[in-house]
């Protein structure tokens, strides 16, 4: 082989190790990104439950603040109609 040939191979040698250094901080790059969205979505999940836990507790309270009016409104039914 030539030199000239030589130090072609060599400078596409040198090419490809520079793209793939660049490809391996893509990488870091998106590896990072994606645990970043990992933490993200835990986070916006937790909120969901506990948001969805409060719907429910309201929910239940709801329902006893409306059978404790009723069965108030029932007795001042009852009161009237007694009198």
Not at 61 to 76: A, H, N
Request: glycine share 4%.
């Amino acid at each position: 082989m030539a030199e000239q040939e030589i130090d072609q191979i060599l400078t596409q040698f040198d090419e490809i190790d520079h793209k793939f250094s660049q490809l391996v901080e893509k990488i870091k790059v998106l590896e990072n990104d994606n645990e970043q969205q990992k933490q993200k979505i835990a986070k916006l999940e937790k909120e969901l439950g506990e948001k969805a836990e409060a719907e429910n507790q309201f929910a239940e309270e709801k329902v006893q603040i409306k059978s404790k009016v009723d069965g108030l409104l029932q007795k001042i039914d009852e009161f009237i109609g007694s009198s």
